[in-house]
């Protein structure tokens, strides 16, 4: 086993996010491609053609400029993204996905007495 060579490291979490600029966003308004009156999700945005899969979610990062004041339900959002919509007057509602069972969970070990 030692002539095998050992390479790389799988995480247990393999989950894909789907990076989105809120610059990417205010255009897909402005073309009249997105409402901004309605809740902006992963699934809104695959309907109206500003990403093409869902996967697991999105992640929302804060290049370009946002004008119109919107709701985002995203698994991750940037600092600046946050604040980005938070200045146009909207806010950002984060949904961290929860994939691993709870059987793969990492549980810490009852303190020893003698220790």
Request: charged share 35%.
């Amino acid at each position: 086993f030692r002539r095998i060579p050992k390479r790389g490291f799988t995480s247990y979490d393999t989950s894909k996010y789907v990076p989105v600029n809120i610059g990417r966003i205010q255009a897909a308004i402005d073309a009249g491609r997105l409402d901004a009156k309605e809740k902006v999700t992963i699934d809104s945005l695959v309907k109206a053609g500003v990403v093409r899969r869902a996967h697991d979610g999105m992640r929302l990062l804060g290049d370009g400029e946002l004008k119109s004041k919107i709701n985002i339900e995203a698994v991750y959002a940037s600092e600046t993204a946050r604040a980005a919509v938070e200045k146009a007057g909207g806010s950002v509602t984060m949904t961290r996905a929860e994939k691993v069972p709870e059987d793969k969970k990492v549980r810490k070990l009852p303190k020893r007495a003698d220790a």
